[in-house]
């Protein structure tokens, strides 16, 4: 699979894909119309302009005045990845996007990954794959995926063994990297503390009141 890495991946934003942004798997895109019969026929020109190029349908939502266009590759192991395919789509689905006079909203775009801290996620993912997505077989090297997209995939976050009580579960919270400091900032007023913001953007640690950590992720710092 011809894969490219974060740093060529943000390069291609920064010169030609300002429309999108760069989430823990995926690119993302966020549009505005103006009503839903434009957003309905942009969101068939997209669909066919993924089987022109032979990449299939991408992920796409249609909500009340807003459509989210999601793109990666899947390999053969069902891993999710960028490839150069994927940022030539992207490049033609913004310029459809400019032909229905929509407007591009990047910075609204998320993505929410639950984080399971385990010593053996090859023992832990079966059972994860079975419930979230039916198929015991779809663990992924160190993530789990449901190929229909209904829920959150799960990322195994490798740690040493250890007793409980501890935090094993937290959420990344994958963000536009322009909005992330003044998501952090928001969620700090509303009670949070800032736990750890060394990895910073790459990502900033919080807790709620009552010490339950969450990070605050973007595509920036990695390789």
């Known amino acids: 699979m011809d894969t490219v890495s974060n740093s060529e991946i943000l390069a291609e934003i920064a010169a030609e894909l300002q429309d999108w942004r760069k989430l823990a798997q995926p690119l993302a895109a966020r549009y505005r119309a103006a009503d839903a019969v434009d957003g309905a026929a942009f969101v068939a020109a997209v669909a066919q302009a993924g089987a022109a ?28 990845w960028i490839t150069a395919k994927d940022l030539e789509l992207a490049g033609v689905i913004s310029g459809l996007a400019h032909d229905f006079g929509l407007t591009a909203a990047p910075g609204e775009v998320a993505q929410l990954e639950l984080a399971l801290d385990t010593a053996d996620y090859t023992a832990a993912g079966p059972f994860w794959a079975a419930l979230l997505g039916g198929d015991a077989g779809r663990a992924v090297l160190d993530s789990v995926f449901d190929a229909k997209n209904r829920v959150p995939n799960v990322w195994f976050q490798q740690t040493d063994a250890h007793r409980t009580p501890r935090q094993r579960w937290h959420m990344d919270l994958w963000l536009a990297p322009e909005v992330a400091a003044e998501r952090i900032a928001a969620s700090v007023a509303a009670g949070g503390t800032l736990v750890d913001d060394s990895e910073a953007p790459s990502f900033t640690v919080l807790a709620d009141p009552e010490g339950n950590r969450v990070c605050v992720c973007t595509a920036l710092g990695r390789d």
């Open 53 to 80: 190029v032979g990449h299939g349908v991408p992920v796409i939502t249609l909500g009340n005045g807003y459509i989210d266009v999601t793109l990666f590759s899947v390999d053969e192991a069902g891993g999710r």
